[in-house]
């Protein structure tokens, strides 16, 4: 069983700054993609940015980000820390969503999601 704790989120004010941290299983899991998602109320989960497994792979620490976030947003991963973070500046009231960890095992081609996390953006 894959447990992903998230920490992070809250309240932010528009233009302000929050930053979520989600810890992973360890090194020995195998490769794999994290990345955070978000779902708005009435709205379905969407991509905000993925980061590729820091290893010897060709894709190692490549990150993708939704156009609504680039810019903004910017995806971290710690290996030695079995974490990825997500920095998130500029913060609009669109952003206003429960955030989701994600990992991806390649080998298995597996998904597995955090409890999520509450980010509100408001005045």
């Known amino acids: 069983q894959v447990q992903l704790v998230e920490s992070g989120g809250g309240l932010a004010q528009p233009g302000g700054s929050l930053r979520l941290s989600c810890a992973g299983p360890?090194?020995?899991?195998?490769?794999?993609?994290m990345g955070w998602y978000r779902q708005a109320p009435g709205k379905q989960r969407e991509l905000v940015a993925t980061?590729?497994?820091?290893?010897?792979?060709?894709?190692?620490?490549?990150?993708n980000y939704s156009d609504a976030v680039k810019g903004r947003f910017t995806i971290s991963r710690d290996n030695a820390k079995n974490t990825v973070y997500l920095q998130m500046d500029s913060l609009k009231p669109e952003d206003t969503a429960v955030y989701f960890c994600n990992l991806h095992l390649l080998s298995t081609n597996t998904d597995y999601w955090g409890q999520g996390t509450q980010v509100t953006v408001s005045s």
């Open positions: 980061i590729g497994d820091l290893g010897p792979a060709t894709d190692a620490g490549i990150t």
């Open positions: 360890g090194r020995n899991f195998g490769v794999y993609v």
